[in-house]
């Protein structure tokens, strides 16, 4: 029976995965840099890669903040779907009171009732609802029905503050993705920049515990990189 090859250790990774990491990575290199005259590269230099930097950092930070209020909007209108869901019906009973159950479904969609299925409803999409719930104020004006408990002084808040979130999400949604398209570009540069850095310490400190000691100089915080 031939002996099992020993399998070889794993490399670890050179570096940060992480956002957050990296960029603190990249800040230590650009200190690091700073007080080594003799390090250069063809393509870059010390000021530019501090600059691409700062710029990295603050898109880090730009990411973070656009995503920071969304689950909390997201999670109102959650509650607010619960609440149109709950009381649609007293919509629908109001029509039913004024004409009769079969003429009052020809009357469904001037309130923004759709039929989904078997059920009739306001549209689920987000953004479809938001306008429906406009609809809906606008259809009970018309129809007079108005009035009451659960008339437009009680769907009027909601379809105000429905459209408010609604238009909030979508900022915030193109926000973040403005955000992440621009981290994620200086995040493959800074990344070039960090190998092609650690390339020229490897070529310079052939000792390979000078090696790691100038890695971690610079912020390369692995024990283990080649």
């Known amino acids: 029976m031939e002996p099992k090859a020993t399998p070889k250790p794993r490399k670890a990774p050179l570096l940060a995965a992480n956002d957050l990491l990296l960029a603190d990575q990249a800040t230590s290199a650009v200190k690091y840099w700073d007080g080594q005259p003799w390090l250069t590269l063809r393509y870059t230099n010390a000021a530019a890669f501090k600059k691409m930097t700062g710029d990295y950092v603050a ?78 104020l606008a259809g009970l004006t018309s129809e007079k029905i108005d009035d ?23 900022d ?13 570009t200086l ?13 020229v310490l490897d070529a310079n400190y052939p000792d390979d515990k000078e090696y790691k000691a100038e890695l971690r100089a610079a912020g390369f915080q692995r024990e283990k990189y080649r």
């Open 59 to 136: 898109a880090v930070d730009s990411r973070q903040q656009a995503g920071t209020a969304r689950p909390i909007d997201a999670d109102e209108l959650l509650e607010l779907d619960a609440k149109i869901e709950a009381n649609l019906y007293r919509v629908k009973a109001r029509l039913v009171d004024k004409y009769d159950k079969k003429k009052a479904l020809a009357y469904y969609p001037t309130l923004g009732i759709i039929k989904d299925g078997a059920a009739y409803l306001i549209d689920r999409d987000r953004t479809r609802r938001a306008a429906a719930l406009n609809t809906l």
């Open 148 to 170: 009451g408990d659960h008339g437009t002084a009680f769907w009027k808040p909601i379809a105000k503050r429905y459209n408010e979130l609604v238009g909030h999400l979508t």
């Open 172 to 184: 915030t949604n193109g926000e973040i993705s403005k955000a992440v398209a621009t981290k994620d």
């Open 187 to 199: 995040r493959a540069q800074i990344e070039q920049v960090l190998s092609s850095l650690a390339k």
